[in-house]
C-alpha cells in the first residue's frame, strides 16, 4: 500500500476523529499553545516596538537582541529549559515566545519609524500628548506593517508548536511523534499536513482582519475604487454634453 493510500485511511478512520486523542482535541491544543504565545509574545514586543519606534533609543540594541533569539534553535532552547524548569508546558511556551517576539518587534519598529515627521509634528501642534501620538497617529498607520509581523510571528509559532509533543503535551506534534515511535508514517505525514492545513487556515483569518482594521487609504483600497468609477463618469459627462 502506497504511503498517499495509508494517508486516506488514517484521515477515514473514524477512530482518529473521536476521543482525546483524535484531530479535533489535538488541533484545539495545537490552537491554544499557539495562542496563548502569540498573545505574550504580541505583549511584549509591541509596547517595546512602539517605545523604541517612536522615540529612537535601544533600536540597535533591541532589534539585535530579537534576531538573535530568531536565530537560536528552537529545539536546542527548549531542551536547556527543561534541564533547568523540568518538563510542563512553561518551556514550550518560552521557546515558542522567544521565537514570535522577532518578527513583531522589527515590524513594529519598521512600520512606526516610517511614519512622516510632518504627520507627527502636526498631531504635536495641535496639542496631542506623546502617548496620544503613538495610540492615535504612529500605531494605526504603522498597523499594516504591525500585522504582517504577528502573521510572520503566527506562522513561525504555529508550525514550531510541535515541539510540544516532546515534552508530553498534546498538539499535532503528537502525530509526528507517536508515528514515529512505532514507524508510522502515515500518521507522521498526517500530522505535518494538518499543521500545514492550520497555518494556511490561520494565515488567511489574519489576512481578513487586516482588511477589516486597517483604514482604506492605507492600503490603496480607496484610490483604486474611485480609479474604477472615474472612467464611468467620462461617458456620461460626454453624454450630457
Not at 114 to 143: C, K, Q, W
Not at 157 to 173: E, F, H, P, R
Request: proline share 5%; glycine share 10%; hydrophobic share 55%.
Amino acid at each position: 500500500m502506497s504511503l498517499f493510500s495509508q494517508l486516506l485511511e488514517f484521515f477515514g478512520d473514524a477512530d482518529n476523529w473521536s476521543g482525546s486523542r483524535g484531530i479535533p482535541v489535538r488541533m484545539l491544543e495545537h490552537l491554544w499553545y499557539t495562542a496563548l504565545s502569540l498573545a505574550i509574545a504580541t505583549a511584549i514586543a509591541l509596547p517595546v516596538g512602539l517605545l523604541i519606534g517612536h522615540t529612537g533609543r535601544g533600536a540597535f540594541f533591541a532589534i539585535n537582541l530579537g534576531n538573535a533569539a530568531r536565530s537560536f534553535p528552537s529545539l536546542g532552547l527548549l531542551m536547556l529549559l527543561v534541564l533547568g524548569l523540568g518538563l510542563g508546558l512553561v518551556p514550550a511556551l518560552i521557546a515558542l515566545v522567544a521565537l514570535g517576539v522577532p518578527p513583531i518587534l522589527a515590524s513594529t519598529y519598521a512600520g512606526v519609524r516610517g511614519v512622516e515627521p510632518a504627520v507627527i509634528d502636526a498631531a504635536r501642534g495641535m496639542g496631542m500628548t506623546e502617548t496620544r501620538i503613538v495610540s492615535r497617529v504612529e500605531l494605526p498607520i504603522a498597523l499594516p506593517l504591525v500585522l504582517s509581523g504577528m502573521r510572520s510571528a503566527t506562522l513561525q509559532i504555529v508550525s514550531t508548536a510541535t515541539i510540544a509533543a516532546y515534552l508530553s503535551l498534546g498538539g499535532l506534534g503528537r502525530f509526528v511523534i507517536d508515528g514515529f515511535a512505532v514507524r508510522d508514517y502515515a500518521e507522521m505525514v498526517a500530522g505535518a499536513v494538518l499543521v500545514a492545513l492550520l497555518a494556511i487556515a490561520l494565515d488567511g483569518v489574519l489576512v481578513l482582519l487586516q482588511r477589516l482594521l486597517v483604514s482604506a487609504g492605507l492600503t490603496g483600497r480607496a484610490q483604486r475604487a474611485a480609479a474604477t468609477q472615474e472612467p464611468t463618469a467620462e461617458p456620461a459627462a460626454e453624454l450630457a454634453h
